[in-house]
């Protein structure tokens, strides 16, 4: 049976091409890419897609929280203040959820905790596993500043973990847990995964280039998104459907035919009630890895066939890890308010094993429904139906 | 807003113990000191983490008590720290010689390791998720499962775990000792009347296990610190047949509960 559409009533972004929606909205309308060289320092080359200027400190009440991450959650949280007001009106705080997830959590202050460690034999006074490093410390400082004191978890499945509180909210919404959630997530750069995903051989030195048949990689990237899930209210786009899958294949390579993302999109237009036909865009996982990109295209096309257009983000923003699906969620709404589809950067020439319409100009026009894909080592999938308001 | 689900399966791991019963008995077992993993096959079993065979164990048992298919069954996994001894082990790497790191430790380095290591093993296409949340993670990924019962009418297995955290990142006396617990839960029409049933998750004062025969008090207050106790907790009030509010923390969450009782109790 199909899911109830749920109105999706605040959205908040900040990455490497905005510390806000509007600027990743003209940044998107623009075609200009945030990625450059790591702020990190690499014993390699690294092109990454860092957040840009200074963020805000915490308040004094929540300093020893104090991380990137959660200077992130509490800017997001900013942006979307008059939205969070509102919805502290409709709803009763216990029964506001915190929905959130990350691949990285901490662990950028660990690494720098743990260095410190290692040359000075002790870790830094300020440093506390439960208030830097676990998923509870981004929690606690989200419900404290939203004034949220629902559930609160986060899911963590790598490069799906922000788009899984999506699923999370519909089903506890829909079973009467709960009556709203601010769902998303939030990524920071580390030098573990940009080390990690160089040791996969699937990073790329320059600019990545999904679709491209010369693509040779990814770029990491980070930031977070926030999206406000509610029983009711006042639609700005809504969450349509959510379908979830796994591909019982490897711990770290897709599915070579994409079999798991092929089951995560039919799942999600079943869920959504909704026919391939209907769909006027993909925001594609399109990491610009040689693997991912031909699996992915070859479900798509499998589903969609070759018109609707398919576009990846991360040349934009580079791959956000934990951040991905729930910002790329947030591109989605993007399109739809705004009645334009952003180009995908630098596909140019596009892989021939890739048939889909890979969008490499912008595309202004009526945009009435969106599907998000994400996909994670674990062979974890996921795919969103964000529609527009009816 | 009232809701119900069935328990039809439990499972655990604890060192040194055979499995769930074995707990409960009180019956040391040196043949248990490490997670066995049988679900696994021996090639992906090399590479796991101790913290993944654990749950891989535990997951099995309420896998096999609860008889659903393996195939299909969604998952949940939760845990406070993860695979951080994994991570630890990457940044010594990181920092130790500047060489590459061993892209398999770093593959498996995620939260989800076991969670994609077991969908591997048992051919699982189904939704699996992996979640943390602290001392709240108990309550939190069983909220989780139920979610998935009561809106999608799935069977569900939850496991939490989380192994001994890494010494170098904690302060002495704060750590403890690994240990994973599994919960299968299903809609309540599905299961038969003798089986326990979960309703009511909510912030209330909840009765834990309190001792344990077999295990000394030090190791006990060891192992109550493990952020994940609180499943085991609830696996062992209910193999023991024991009904009423259960707490899912010992007191360092929020204070979650859940009421455990029998059919139109």
Redesign the interface.
């Known amino acids: 049976m199909p899911m109830t559409p749920y109105p999706i009533t605040g959205f908040a972004m900040c990455n490497s091409i905005g510390a806000n929606r509007d600027e990743v909205r003209q940044s998107l309308f623009e075609g200009r890419s945030g990625l450059g060289p790591s702020p990190i320092d690499l ?1 390699f080359e690294a092109m990454v897609g860092a957040v840009r200027g200074e963020l805000s400190p915490l308040p004094s009440s929540l300093t020893m929280w104090s991380t990137r991450a959660t200077r992130i959650a509490a800017h997001l949280l900013g942006e979307i203040a008059p939205e969070m007001e509102r919805l502290r009106e409709r709803w009763r705080p216990d029964r506001i959820a915190v929905l959130l997830g990350t ?1 990285t959590g901490g ?1 950028d202050t ?2 720098n ?3 410190h ?2 040359s000075e034999g002790s ?1 830094p006074e300020d440093y506390d ?2 208030r830097q ?4 410390a981004i ?1 606690h400082v989200v419900r404290e500043l939203a004034g949220a004191k629902g ?8 490069c799906t973990s922000s788009a ?1 509180p999506l699923a ?1 909210a ?3 919404i ?4 709960i009556d709203a959630a601010i769902v998303g997530g939030i990524d920071t750069l580390c ?2 995964t940009l ?7 699937a990073s790329s030195k320059t600019a990545c280039r999904p679709f491209a048949a010369d693509r040779d990689g990814l770029n990491i990237g980070e930031g977070g998104a926030f999206l406000l899930i509610e029983r009711s209210g006042d639609p700005i786009a809504l969450l349509e459907g959510v379908g ?9 390579a897709p599915h070579p035919e994409g ?2 993302a092929r ?1 995560a999109m039919e799942r999600a237009l079943e869920d959504a009630g909704c026919a391939a036909a209907s769909v006027d865009h993909i925001n594609a996982h399109g990491t610009g890895t040689r693997l991912n990109d031909v699996s992915e295209c070859a479900a798509i096309e499998a589903i969609f066939g070759r018109e609707v257009p398919v576009v990846s983000t991360k040349g934009y923003t580079g791959h956000m890890l934990g951040a991905a699906g729930a910002t790329e969620a947030a591109m989605a709404i993007l399109s739809i308010v705004e009645g334009w589809i952003p180009a995908s950067l630098r596909a140019d020439p596009v892989d021939e094993k890739i048939f889909v319409n890979v969008s490499q100009e912008r595309v202004d026009g009526e945009v009435r429904r969106v599907v998000s894909n994400s996909f ?5 999938n996921i795919s969103v139906v964000i529609g527009a308001p009816r | ?1 009232t ?1 119900e689900v069935a328990v039809v399966g439990c499972g655990a791991f604890v060192p040194g113990f055979a499995g769930l019963s074995g707990w409960v008995r009180g019956e040391p077992s040196p043949d248990h000191l490490t997670a066995r993993a049988e679900i696994v096959p021996k090639r992906q079993r090399r590479r796991a983490s101790s913290l993944s065979k654990a749950v891989a164990d535990a997951y099995a048992d309420a896998l096999g008590e609860s008889k659903f298919d393996a195939a299909s069954v969604a998952s949940v996994f939760g845990s ?3 695979e ?1 001894t994994t ?2 082990g ?2 010594d790497q ?2 130790g010689d ?1 060489a ?5 430790r ?8 076991a ?3 077991l ?2 093993a ?16 108990p ?3 069983l ?2 499962g ?3 019962v ?3 009418g799935e069977s569900v297995i939850v496991c939490c775990g989380d192994e001994a ?1 890494p010494e ?3 302060a002495d006396g704060v750590g403890w000792s690994l240990m994973t617990a599994a919960i299968a839960l299903c809609p309540s029409s599905d299961a038969p009347a003798s089986c326990p049933r979960l309703s009511e ?1 909510m912030i209330a004062p909840g009765e834990h296990l309190s001792s344990q025969p077999g295990i000394s008090e030090n190791q006990l207050e060891e192992m109550g610190r493990n952020p994940s106790i609180g499943l085991l907790d609830l696996v062992v009030a209910i193999r023991e047949g024991t009904r009423g509010v259960r707490a899912l923390d010992r007191g360092a969450g929020r204070g979650y509960s859940v009421r455990l009782h029998g059919v139109a109790e």
């Open positions: 014993p691949s662990a660990t690494e905790a743990y260095k460690y290692l870790l596993l439960f490093h676990t998923f509870g929690l559930p609160a978890w986060m899911a963590s499945t790598a899984k999370t519909g089903r506890l829909s079973s009467g847990m030098a573990m080390h990690g995903f160089r040791s996969l051989d979830e899958s796994s591909d019982a294949y490897h711990i770290s079999l798991g089951l994670a080592f674990g062979g974890n | 807003m809701w406070a720290i993860g951080a991570m630890v990457l940044l990181m920092w500047a590459m790191l061993s892209p398999m770093f593959a498996t380095s995620v939260h989800n390791a969670s994609g290591m969908s591997i048992t051919d699982n296409r189904g939704i699996t998720t992996a979640m943390g949340a602290d001392y709240d993670t309550a939190m990924a909220l989780e139920i979610g998935l009561l809106a999608r955290p170098d990142l904690v998750l």
